[in-house]
Structure formats: C-alpha cells, structure tokens
C-alpha cells in the first residue's frame, strides 16, 4: 500500500548486488514542467490595479518572489545579490490613503469616503436618527445666494518663511431644510423672482394708476399728445445712448468682474458709475438746449402747430433732466442685479409713480378732469406746466437716491473713480456699440410710429373721434407690456447672472436649459394673458381711461396688439441668451428687421385705413414684426448651439397653452360682450364685464390646461399651495 523508497526500485529481496540507484539528477528551471512557469508575469495584476489587495502587497515576500521582468534563479538556491535590492520597509510599507471622491483603487468605483464598517453598537445606536438628505440642485442657485467678496490672503513679506499649508476638510454638500422638501428646478426658479415680480407687480400697478390720472388731467387730444411726447423724450434719449449697453452688455462684465477681480469688482462698478454720471450729465445739458430740436424730431405734426410747440418745448424742458437721474438708477440697480440683490431695482420705481401720482392728483384738484375743464393746449396754464414738470423731474430724482441705502446694505462702497484705462471699460465699450445701433433701429422704427400716429390723432380728433392718438396707442401699450414686465422680465432677472456664468464657462447645455425653463416659465402667464386681452380689452380701458372719452378707442388698440405679446416675450429671452455669449451684432440685426417690418406696417396702415383705425393698425403691426423677428432670432440661435434648443418641448409646451386659452377667450368674450351690451359701458357695467370675464376666462383656461397636463402650470400651483399652506 505504501510507494517503494526510491533507493529500493529494481531489488529483489534480498537487495540489489550492484548498490543502489543513483538518484535523478535535477532538471534546469527552463526546463522543468513544475518551475518554468512559477515566476511568469500576470497581466491581470499588471494592468487592473483594482484586483491589488493592499494586506496581500504589504505581506509579500519580495526578496524571496522578485517582481516580473527579473532573472529567475534556478530552484531551492538564493538568488545573486543584487546592487539595487528592494528595501524590505518599502515593501512593507502600509498603502497611501485613498483620494476623495470615486476611488480607483476600490472594487466597482465606490467611494471611499462611502465604504465604512459599522459596528453593532452604532447600527443599533443611529437606527432611529434620521439624516438629512443634500439638495441635489443647490449648485443651479448658487448664484442666487448672498454675495461676499473673497478676498485673496496678503502676499507675504520677504522676511516670512512660507509654510505648508493645512489641507482643509472638504466642504459639505448643502443640507435642506428639514421638513422641507428641495423644489425642482422650476420651483426654485419662480421662488428666486418672486420678490422681484412682487415688485414690478406693484410697480406697474401704480404706473397704472399715474397713467390713468395722466389722461384723466390731460385728455387723449393734442395736449395729452403734447406732454407724451415730452414724457417719453427722455427714455428715448437714454436708451438710444448708453441705456441699451447698460441693459445687456454691463451686466455680464459685471458678473466677470465679480468672479476674476480681486475686490469682488467693486472697482470696476464704481469706475462705471463714474463714467455714467460725466456722460450723462453732459448729455442732459445738451437736452436741454435742443429742446425744440427734439420735439420737432419726434412730431413734426405738433411742432408746425405753435401753441401745441410751445406747450411740448415747456414739458421737454422740465422731463429731460430725467436722464440723468434714470441712469444713476439703472447702473446701481445692475449694481445690485450681479450682486444677486433683485428687489431694489423692482421696488424703487413704485417711489418715482407714488409722486407722479400726488403730482397730477394735485393738478386734477386744482384745474378739474379734462373732461370737465376742457383744458387743452391754448388753455393750460403756466403754473400748471410747472406743476407738471417738477413733479415729474422730481419723481426721478427720489427713485434714483432710494438705490444708495440698497447699495450700502449690500456692502458696496461708492466712490468716484476716474481711472477708466486698462480695466475692462473699453472692451464693454466695444460690445455696447452693437448694443447702441441695436437701440437706435428700435427707436427709429418707434420715431416712424410716433410721427405717424400723432399725425392721424390729430386728423382724427378734427373730424370728431378723439382720443385715436399717440396717448392712446402709448396707454394701450402700458397696459399690454404690464405681463411682459412682471413676469418675463422678472424672470430672465434671476437667469441672467447664470446665464451669463454659464456661457463664460463654455457649458451651452446649461445655457439651453435655462433658456428653456425661463420660456416655458413665463409662458404659463404670458399666454393665456395674451389671448385674454382680446376678451377683456374694452372693457378694462373704459373703466379705467373712461372719464376722458377714450376708453373705447384705446381698447380696440389693446385688443390690437393682445397676442403680439407671446413673441415679443419670446424674443426678449432669446435676446438675453445672446448678450450672455457677449453678441451684441445678432440682436442688431435682428432688431433692424423688427424695426423695418414695423416701420413699413404701421406706414401702410396710415395710407390705407381711415384715420381713426390708422392707430388701431399700427398697434396690430408691432406684433406682427415681432412674430417675423423672434423666428429670425430663434434660427440664428439654433445654429449656434448647434441645433440644440430643447425647441420641441418649448413648441409643445406654447401650443398646448394656446389650444387652452382659445375656449377659454371665446367663453370669456361672449360672457363681456352680453354684460355690456346690458348694462352700458359705463363703470358699473364695465367693472361687471371685467370681473365675469377674467373669471370665465380663467376657470376655462385652468381645466383645459390640468386636462393637457401641462407640467410647467402644475409647478406653478404647487409652488402657490405650498406658501399657502395647503
């Protein structure tokens, strides 16, 4: 059962006569079956370091098992000293500590960070503590946070002995609130411009209010067309100089300032302060002298008639100071924008409306309504001109100083600075002059407007149909720009800083993302308003503009210009989109094709409808250059992101809003047009059809939506239930 000793094979047994076999020599390594293959290199643990077990490396025996690629010594002999042997404590040393983040050295990538060994006690222990859970979009608001400068440390002097510095722990994800579940991209959206909605909400109810007591005092004649030219001179002038630039071009260099200057580009903003107030204060001195000038530039009709000149020169005189004061108040409000403070630039405004509004509330207590003084051009007195232009000239000046406390808050400093070379102003200066031929096609096409309907008020008022002028189509636009105000421009507010992060980082998928959620956003609103106009024009202009006896004329121009509001909405965002790429040229030209395509429209609506429709037309064609505009705009955009504009979920998301509101208008126009009919367009009969209506036309648009599931509305009521409580 046992093997034979090897020293027996071969005996019988009494032995073997010749001795013993002499044993096997032993065979070279190469060539034994057994070893040749022992010290063979293994490519698995060459080349996937991720199958090293670090107890096995440290255990190793090296000098006895050399690593691949050495000569191997033949078996049971120590092998030749090498000069370069491995020292046994480095072989033996224990492994570095893993990186953060995903480790490679760890089976499947897990995080080593994540890879613990919990004991009993601590699985017994924390079994009932419940952990918060990271906000996993707190990096898309971060932008959105309170602003504070980081300082970089002092340089050290050359007598200090510079030192390793201490590897900080790494900073931990943001935790939300507890109880509180982190919104969605939308919902932090909207929560982010609800302070500054509630603010241009606010605001433009009370330009409401001011406009309403303007033609009220006025009349919708030639004196209301008089001091609307004189009023609307001065942002004229603004924008057409160094508005426009200080709009789109300043805020993303600004934001750049911010983020590559050592002061948090604090310098920066007060050498553009300082270079805003001399320009400014130079060019409201020339205003002021070419008074005539001017007014002859915006209506010839009212500059050949001189008691209507003289009265408009008067107004000019008083309103173009404004300037500059209105520039003051756009620079520190972007000031504040980049700094993620929205509310200032919101709220201010509704100072500048509260005085216009104690001003001509004064003016209608001493002189009376329009409509009961007959007060007119050859008629108005010259206290009352000067009532009229200090208040005004006033209103600004309170506007722009309410910014400094809002700035001081902020921690800003204010300071004049005059050293505007090498520090970034001229590269802005180079962008703005796109910005400003942008603003100067924009302005002709609303010159030819303006020349255009003051004339065909004129004529319209001499064969008995007042009220068909340039205060109307100027009123009816207010009312028609208020949504656009308070809800688009709220919202690319908040985007804008991002927007223009995003596009200096090169990162266009995020770009289009936020171009996408501020349309689809604001189209909730914008919309089913839009369409609303139609039903509701008449009788919200005859409650309100009904004491002057145009309140039928200007509702038949809102309705005119009613869903012209969609694409000019549109068109502001991706308008913004460009000027976060720094493109200034794309929106000039586009904003040459507006103007023309308006220009020629509105000329064409003078020539061919009769003077007291002439106006209503031309409100029809500023929607119609619009709708020709913003498809230019969004194929210039396409290709230059490459196609990639989320364009399928913003096309569905308008559709299906608009297949909403068409039932909804429909409904809501038969419920108006049956109570006015009944009860007159009086303030009773018109405040019962506004009420019905908007009802109406609400109720159907939120079932026909919710039956669309339109997830952007859906967003938008659970936000409201969640403030509400509910």
Request: charged share 15%; hydrophobic share 45%.
């Amino acid at each position: 059962m046992n093997s034979p000793y090897d020293g027996d094979r071969g005996r019988g047994a009494s032995g073997d006569p010749n001795g013993p076999v002499p044993p096997t020599p032993p065979l070279p390594a190469d060539q034994d079956p057994y070893v040749q293959d022992a010290y063979r290199n293994d490519p698995h643990r060459a080349q996937d370091p991720t199958a090293q077990d670090p107890v096995t490396e440290a255990l190793y025996d090296r000098a006895a098992h050399p690593p691949p690629g050495q000569p191997t010594q033949p078996l049971y002999q120590q092998p030749a000293a090498d000069r370069h042997a491995p020292d046994p404590q480095l072989w033996a040393s224990p492994p570095p500590p893993e990186p953060q983040g995903p480790s490679r050295n760890l089976p499947y990538g897990d995080a080593a960070a994540t890879t613990q060994f919990v004991g009993v006690d601590d699985l017994i222990t924390q079994a009932s503590q419940e952990r918060p859970e990271p906000d996993a979009f707190a990096h898309l608001y971060r932008d959105q946070q309170h602003y504070e400068p980081q300082h970089p440390p002092a340089a050290p002097g050359p007598e200090a002995v510079p030192q390793q510095p201490t590897p900080e722990p790494p900073e931990p994800a943001p935790v939300a609130a507890a109880g509180k579940p982190s919104g969605g991209r939308a919902s932090g959206l909207l929560k982010s411009s609800a302070v500054m909605a509630a603010g241009t909400m606010v605001s433009r109810l009370t330009g409401f209010v001011r406009s309403a007591l303007i033609v009220a005092a006025l009349g919708g004649a030639v004196l209301g067309d008089s001091w609307q030219v004189a009023y609307q001179l001065p942002t004229m002038i603004f924008i057409l100089t160094i508005g426009g630039g200080l709009n789109s071009v300043f805020v993303p260099q600004l934001v750049r300032a911010m983020k590559e200057d050592d002061d948090g580009g604090e310098a920066y903003a007060n050498r553009l302060l300082t270079l805003v107030i001399v320009v400014l204060g130079v060019l409201t001195v020339l205003a002021v002298v070419a008074a005539p000038l001017l007014v002859k530039l915006v209506s010839l009709d009212i500059s050949r008639d001189p008691a209507a000149n003289e009265v408009a020169v008067a107004f000019t005189r008083y309103c173009v100071p404004t300037i500059f004061f209105m520039g003051l108040h756009v620079v520190m409000g972007q000031i504040l924008n980049a700094r993620g403070r929205f509310g200032a630039m919101m709220w201010t405004p509704v100072l500048n409306n509260v005085v216009m509004i104690a001003t001509f509330g004064l003016f209608i207590w001493v002189y009376g309504t329009a409509k009961t003084s007959h007060i007119g051009v050859t008629t108005i007195p010259d206290e009352g001109i000067r009532l009229l232009g200090i208040g005004t000239l006033l209103g600004l000046v309170v506007q722009a100083l309410a910014m400094i406390p809002y700035l001081r808050d902020a921690d800003f400093k204010l300071r004049l600075r005059f050293d505007w070379r090498g520090h970034g102003l001229g590269k802005a200066a180079k962008l703005a002059k796109w910005t400003v031929l942008f603003v100067l096609a924009n302005q002709a096409g609303v010159l030819v407007v303006t020349q255009l309907s003051t004339w065909a008020g004129n004529t319209a008022n001499d064969q008995g149909h007042p009220g068909t002028g340039f205060i109307s189509y100027a009123s009816a636009q207010l009312i028609w720009n208020m949504p656009q105000a308070i809800i688009t421009v709220s919202v690319m507010a908040a985007l804008l800083p991002r927007l223009a992060r995003s596009a200096h980082d090169g990162d266009a998928g995020a770009v289009r993302d936020d171009m996408s959620q501020g349309l689809r956003t604001s189209a909730v609103a914008i919309v089913p308003i839009s369409f609303g106009f139609l039903s509701l024009g008449i009788p919200l202009c005859t409650l309100v503009y009904g004491s002057s006896g145009a309140g039928v004329p200007m509702g038949y121009m809102l309705m005119a210009f009613g869903v012209g509001l969609i694409p000019f909405s549109v068109q502001y965002v991706v308008l913004r989109a460009f000027y976060a790429y720094e493109d200034t040229r794309t929106p000039f030209y586009n904003t040459v094709i507006v103007a023309a395509v308006n220009a020629a429209a509105s000329a064409l609506c003078f020539l061919v409808l009769p003077a007291r429709w002439a106006v209503v037309g031309m409100a029809a064609s500023y929607g119609l250059a619009y709708i020709i505009g913003v498809g230019v705009a969004w194929q210039r955009l396409s290709k230059r992101m490459d196609g990639d504009l989320d364009t399928a979920h913003v096309v569905r998301t308008y559709a299906r809003l608009a297949g909403a509101s068409i039932p909804a208008t429909i409904i809501s126009g038969a419920a108006v047009y049956g109570i006015m009919q009944t009860l007159g367009s009086g303030v009773l009969g018109s405040l019962a059809a506004l009420v019905v209506g908007a009802a109406a036309l609400l109720a159907v648009f939120y079932v026909a939506a919710r039956k669309m599931r339109i997830e952007e509305l859906n967003a938008l009521v659970g936000m409201v239930r969640s403030k509400l409580g509910r």
